[in-house]
């Protein structure tokens, strides 16, 4: 006997090994025409919201459906291409940008037109811009996950900029006072957080690398 294969010692075709499928993900997926939506609807709520001088309640109210619509693409995006393993390069880059864009371009534009303080524009961007280049800062030492507070912090930012976004009187008009109170409490105490894990992250990291070493 001998430990050639018959296909081998007779001279046929050697049988090719199995090579796995490698699944290739395609730009056009769900996930990202959200995501792309999410980014056209920002040009469009900005002419919106700035149409006849900005103050007409029509108008505020076309405003507040398109940034309502790209809040809502934000929710769904992300979590369809983690489930079904759609995840691209350009939805890595593009979805935190959308994110990023629809929010800056809403605060920015409350604020021209003084609905909003400067000075929480200013405190919710820096931290969002903030905490986006922290992430890039570690990511060769790991991942910073979302947390709880993270997500409340969305939802309370989101809520609030849709209730300024809107010609509101009277109650309401309070009301949306106090939601953005607690947005940027949450954007705040949240940012710190994020803060506090990225250095511990880092420090850990370079442990590990330093441990390597020797």
Same mark, same amino acid.
């Given at each position: 006997?001998?430990?050639?294969?018959?296909?081998?010692?007779?001279?046929?075709?050697?049988?090719?090994?199995?090579?796995?499928?490698?699944?290739?993900?395609?730009?056009?997926?769900?996930?990202?025409?959200?995501?792309?939506?999410?980014?056209?609807?920002?040009?469009?709520?900005?002419?919106?919201?700035?149409?006849?001088?900005?103050?007409?309640?029509?108008?505020?109210?076309?405003?507040?459906?398109?940034?309502?619509?790209?809040?809502?693409?934000?929710?769904?995006?992300?979590?369809?291409?983690?489930?079904?393993?759609?995840?691209?390069?350009?939805?890595?880059?593009?979805?935190?940008?959308?994110?990023? &864009?629809?929010?800056?371009?809403? !605060?920015?534009?409350?604020?021209? =037109?003084?609905? #909003?303080? $400067? +000075? /929480?524009?200013?405190?919710?961007?820096?931290?969002?811009?903030?905490?986006?280049?922290?992430?890039?800062?570690?990511?060769?030492?790991?991942?910073?996950?979302?947390?709880?507070?993270?997500?409340?912090?969305?939802?309370?930012?989101?809520? &609030?900029?849709?209730?300024?976004? !809107?010609?509101?009187?009277?109650? =309401?008009?309070? #009301?949306? $006072? +106090? /939601?953005?109170?607690?947005?940027?409490?949450?954007?705040?105490?949240?940012?710190?957080?994020?803060?506090?894990?990225?250095?511990?992250?880092?420090?850990?990291?370079?442990?590990?690398?330093?441990?390597?070493?020797?």
């Amino acid at each position: 006997m001998t430990d050639i294969p018959a296909s081998a010692a007779s001279g046929g075709p050697m049988a090719k090994p199995k090579t796995a499928a490698v699944r290739t993900v395609s730009l056009w997926n769900i996930a990202n025409i959200l995501t792309m939506v999410r980014l056209l609807l920002v040009p469009a709520f900005v002419l919106l919201m700035l149409a006849d001088g900005g103050h007409d309640p029509a108008w505020r109210s076309f405003a507040w459906a398109a940034f309502s619509i790209a809040m809502i693409t934000d929710l769904f995006d992300g979590e369809l291409a983690r489930r079904y393993n759609l995840v691209t390069d350009f939805g890595k880059i593009a979805d935190p940008i959308a994110d990023k &864009a629809i929010m800056g371009a809403a !605060l920015i534009c409350l604020s021209a =037109l003084s609905d #909003l303080p $400067w +000075w /929480v524009t200013g405190v919710i961007l820096f931290r969002e811009i903030g905490i986006t280049v922290m992430r890039f800062w570690v990511i060769r030492h790991g991942v910073i996950p979302a947390s709880r507070g993270g997500k409340m912090k969305t939802l309370a930012q989101g809520i &609030a900029v849709g209730m300024y976004i !809107l010609a509101l009187t009277g109650p =309401l008009a309070t #009301l949306r $006072w +106090w /939601v953005m109170a607690a947005a940027v409490a949450l954007t705040v105490g949240t940012g710190l957080d994020y803060v506090r894990q990225a250095l511990v992250l880092r420090r850990a990291g370079l442990a590990a690398e330093r441990a390597r070493e020797h």
